[in-house]
């Protein structure tokens, strides 16, 4: 592990970066916050050891600037002191600091600290790879979801929207910032009573997904859609087939006119057959 040791005692920073790396890590010894801080500039440091008194800038000032950073809850620090007060103790804390030494350093208190640390270090090294791979996963999905010519869209419990793709809007006809907030039956009341909405709520009841076809509510486009439960609420996948339905419905027409055709030549024949045994009697 790499571990920042700012002590500015020669021999107190001696000993304990001999003590640590005993323990089979690499320390980087610095004697001010202000060296401290170039430091932190061209290396990570997942474990800094700060000595409370330093000149200058002091150690606790440090600890408080160090949290205050957007990868501040990333670092464990360790804060060496000789304020034995409880009310020191508890500023130390309050400062940031994960755990506190006290002086003179007994090693066996050290050892048991570095173990505290190393475990602690380890769990949020494997909790920050976990929410790393997770932001991974995320942006990939969102580039695939704004990329698809399927329009996409996610309600949250109440409804709500929290997510609209790039062909939705097209779909839709409304930009995502109008969108995105709003509820659904507030923002299209005329899905209210349609085929739309039972399929919605069955989703959300029954936490199962659907598939369906229908008209819009003005009669004028057919969507096939797929909606499924997703994080309590209800996401869908849905495309305009409005022009797949008219060339169904257009063979199905000439299907029909085709079957009249066919039985009106039927008909006929018989006909003409009937008429010429009538003439034939007459």
Same mark, same amino acid.
């Given at each position: ?17 001999? +003590? ?35 000149? $200058? ?8 600037? +160090? ?18 007060? =409880?009310?020191? /103790?508890?500023?130390? /804390? ?5 755990? *506190? ?5 007994? /090693? ?5 600290? +570095? ?8 769990? /949020? ?5 976990? =929410? ?6 995320? =942006? ?16 949250? *419990?109440a409804w709500r929207f929290t997510y609209v793709n790039p062909e939705a809007e097209a779909l839709f006809g409304r930009s995502r910032r109008e969108l995105l907030g709003g509820e659904l039956w507030q923002t299209f009341p005329e899905l209210r009573g349609t085929a739309f909405e039972q399929n919605y709520r069955q989703v959300m009841a029954e936490q199962a997904p659907v ?16 909606? *499924? ?21 257009? =063979? ?13 030549? $039927? ?16």
């Open positions: 592990m790499n571990i920042l040791l700012v002590e500015d005692q020669d021999d107190s920073r001696k000993t304990l970066s001999r +003590l640590i790396g005993m323990r089979g890590h690499k320390v980087s010894q610095v004697a001010t916050a202000e060296e401290a801080e170039r430091a932190l500039a061209t290396d990570s440091f997942p474990f800094l050891i700060l000595d409370w008194m330093l000149p $200058g800038k002091s150690g606790i000032d440090l600890c408080r600037e +160090l949290r205050a950073r957007q990868d501040g809850d990333e670092m464990f620090i360790l804060l060496v002191t000789g304020k034995t007060d =409880r009310a020191d /103790l508890e500023m130390a /804390l309050e400062a940031g600091a994960n755990d *506190y030494l006290t002086k003179p350093i007994d /090693l066996s208190l050290l050892n048991v600290r +570095l173990a505290v640390a190393e475990r602690q270090i380890r769990d /949020l090294t494997e909790r920050n790879q976990a =929410r790393i791979a997770l932001q991974q996963s995320a =942006r990939t999905l969102t580039d695939i979801l704004e990329n698809t010519t399927d329009g996409f869209f996610a309600l949250d *419990y598939e369906f076809e229908a008209c819009d509510p003005h009669g004028t486009k057919w969507f096939e859609v797929h909606a *499924y439960p997703s994080g309590g609420g209800v996401s869908a996948f849905f495309r305009d087939v409005t022009e797949r339905k008219r060339a169904e419905d257009d =063979r199905l027409t000439k299907g029909k006119i085709e079957s009249l055709g066919t039985l009106a030549g $039927g008909i006929a024949h018989d006909l003409n057959n009937i008429l010429t045994v009538i003439s034939g009697n007459i």
